[in-house]
C-alpha cells in the first residue's frame, strides 16, 4: 500500500489548479456544433449503404473508392490494349458498362465534395477538403484517360471537376486570396447541378 | 423527451432524433477531443468522425452502457488513432518534436506551467488518457473505465501512477508546490 504524504497532496493539489489550462477546449457557447453538424451529414450522404461497417469515415470511403477505381482502370487498361492471357480468372472492367459504374461513384463523390465546399466557411483551413480534393483529382485524370473520357459531355463535366479540384489542392498553403474568385459560388453551382444531372437517381450507395 | 425514446426513434432513422441526440452530447465529446489532441481542427474532426461512427452504428447499440459512455469510448478510439496518425505524419515532415500536438496553446505560458504540459505530453497513452480525463474533464472512474475498457480499479491505478510520472519529471520544480 502506498501512503500519500503531505508534500505529495500538496502537488496533487498544485497539479490540479495548473493542469486546469492544459489543452483547454473554448466555452460550450464557442463549440462549432452547426458546422460540424452540417459536415457529419455530407459524409453521411457519402458513405455506403449501412450494412457496410469498414468505412466509417468519408476520408476512409475517398481512399477505398480511389483504390478500388485505379486498380479498375488499370486492369481495364491491361485487358484492353495489353497481352490477352487467359489466367482462368473472371477478369476486368473492360465492358463499358463497368467504366459508367465507376464513373457513376466517382460523380457521387464529387457531388457530395462539391456541397462539402458550400458548406465549408474556410475551405483553405479545412484539411478534410483539402485530403478529399487530392483523392477526387486522381480518381478524375484517371477516368479522363479511360474509355469512360470518350463520351464528350462526361468528358467535359470531368475536365470542369478536374479544373476545380486543382484549384481546391492549389489552394492548399496559399496565403492570399488570388484564386478565389475562380471557386465562386455561382461556378460550384453549376458544378453541382451538372454533377446532380448525371447520377442516375437510385444509383449512387448514399443515404439521405 | 427521453433519451431512450430519442435513441429508439434515431435507430429508426428519424433525423429529428438524430439532431437531439448529438445536442445533448457533442458538448462532452468535443471537449474530450480538445483536451486529447489540443487543437480545434482535430478536435472537430474527431468530434465529426466520432458522429458518423456513432450514428452507422447506431442500430447494433443495445443499451448495454449509457449512451453517454458508448460514444466516448468511440471518441477515445478515433482521437488516439487520430492522433497517432498525425505524429507519424510529423515524424516523417520533421516538424516539432513528436509528442506535443498543442497547437493552439498561448505561447506566452510560464516556465513552470509549459513543463507541467511537456510532461503531460509525454506520458504514456494511456495514463495521459485517464488523467485528462479524470483529472481535467471530470469523468468518474467507472465512466472511464467503461469508455476504455478497463477496470475502474485500472483506471484508478493508472491515475496514481501518471500522477507520480508528473511529480517525478517536475522534481526539480518542488519548490513551486510545496512553497
Known amino acids: 500500500m502506498v501512503r500519500m504524504t503531505h508534500n505529495d497532496e500538496r502537488f496533487d493539489a498544485w497539479l490540479h489548479d495548473t493542469s486546469a489550462d492544459y489543452n483547454a477546449p ?9 458546422e460540424m453538424w452540417q459536415r457529419i451529414a455530407v459524409a453521411r450522404s457519402s458513405l455506403p449503404a449501412p450494412r457496410s461497417r469498414f468505412l466509417a469515415s468519408r476520408i476512409w470511403l475517398a481512399a477505398a473508392a480511389g483504390v478500388v477505381l485505379a486498380v479498375g482502370i488499370g486492369i481495364g487498361r491491361l485487358s484492353d490494349g495489353g497481352p490477352q492471357v487467359d489466367s482462368g480468372v473472371t477478369s476486368a472492367p473492360d465492358s463499358p458498362q463497368a467504366y459508367d459504374v465507376a464513373t457513376t461513384r466517382h460523380l457521387t463523390s464529387a457531388e457530395a465534395f462539391v456541397t462539402a465546399v458550400r458548406l465549408s466557411a474556410n475551405t483553405q483551413g479545412d484539411s478534410v477538403i483539402r485530403r478529399w480534393a487530392r483523392d477526387l483529382l486522381t480518381d478524375t485524370r484517371l477516368l479522363l484517360d479511360s474509355p469512360a473520357g470518350n463520351d464528350v459531355p462526361r468528358r467535359t463535366l470531368l475536365e470542369d471537376l478536374e ?22 459560388k455561382t461556378h460550384q453551382d453549376q458544378l453541382l447541378t451538372r454533377l446532380r444531372a448525371n447520377v442516375p437517381a437510385g444509383a449512387p450507395p448514399a443515404r439521405s | 423527451m427521453e433519451e431512450r425514446e430519442l435513441l429508439t426513434r434515431a435507430q429508426a432513422g428519424d433525423p429529428a432524433a438524430e439532431r437531439a441526440l448529438y445536442d445533448t452530447h457533442v458538448d462532452r465529446v468535443y471537449r474530450l477531443t480538445y483536451r486529447l489532441a489540443g487543437d480545434a481542427e482535430l478536435a472537430r474532426e474527431f468530434t465529426q468522425d466520432t458522429f458518423v461512427r456513432a450514428f452507422e452504428r447506431l442500430a447494433t447499440f443495445r443499451g448495454d452502457s449509457a449512451l453517454s459512455t458508448w460514444l466516448h469510448a468511440i471518441a477515445v478510439s478515433v482521437a488516439l488513432n487520430g492522433l497517432r496518425k498525425v505524429r507519424r505524419l510529423r515524424r516523417e515532415v520533421q516538424l516539432e518534436h513528436a509528442e506535443s500536438l498543442g497547437g493552439d496553446r498561448p505561447r506566452s505560458d510560464p516556465v513552470l506551467r509549459q513543463r507541467l504540459y511537456e510532461a503531460i505530453d509525454k506520458l504514456p497513452t494511456g495514463y495521459r488518457t485517464v488523467f485528462l480525463m479524470h483529472d481535467l474533464e471530470g469523468f468518474t472512474h467507472e465512466e472511464i473505465g467503461a469508455a476504455l475498457g478497463i477496470e475502474a480499479g485500472t483506471s484508478k491505478a493508472q491515475l496514481f501512477r501518471a500522477r507520480a510520472r508528473l511529480r517525478e519529471r517536475l522534481a526539480d520544480l518542488a519548490g513551486a508546490w510545496s512553497a
Do not use: H
Not at chain 1, 26 to 34: F, K, L
Not at chain 1, 172 to 177: L, S
Open chain 1, 26 to 34: 473554448p466555452p460550450n457557447a464557442q463549440i462549432p456544433r452547426e
Open chain 1, 163 to 184: 479544373l476545380l479540384l486543382v484549384q481546391m489542392v492549389e489552394l492548399e498553403g496559399a496565403r492570399d486570396d488570388s484564386n478565389r474568385p475562380l471557386l465562386d
